[in-house]
């Protein structure tokens, strides 16, 4: 079983500045494509970043040139540092993992969230 766990949200005034972060655990020797999607009270959880296990990053176009994803070394944490904050990417932010681990992979592994909050 893989854990993950988001830390780094908070409240801010729009035009600051978060960086959040996602840990991945469990089985050792594993690799993961990570992402991270958010949702608003009333919204369906939507895609907003992802970061492939080469590397390769994908964003929605709401948050291109503002967030940016990255990893460490060990391919276990992903970050998400998020600039230029609007009222409107206010939302419960989760991180996404799939593994491979020995050659195997597994999808759709979630962590518990972590909230943003932005106000104008």
């Known amino acids: 079983q893989v854990q993950l766990v988001e830390s780094g949200g908070g409240s801010v005034q729009a035009g600051g500045s978060l960086r959040l972060s996602c840990v991945a655990s469990?089985?050792?020797?594993?690799?993961?494509?990570m992402s991270w999607y958010r949702q608003a009270p009333g919204k369906e959880r939507e895609f907003v970043s992802t970061i492939d296990i080469d590397g390769s990053t994908t964003y929605a176009d709401s948050v291109k040139g503002r967030f940016t994803i990255s990893q460490n070394n060990a391919k276990n944490t992903v970050y998400l540092q998020m600039n230029s904050l609007k009222p409107e990417d206010m939302a419960m932010y989760y991180c996404k993992a799939d593994a491979l681990c020995g050659g195997s992979w597994s999808f759709g592994y979630w962590g518990q969230g972590t909230q943003v909050t932005v106000s104008s």
């Open positions: 469990g089985y050792p020797d594993c690799s993961y494509d």
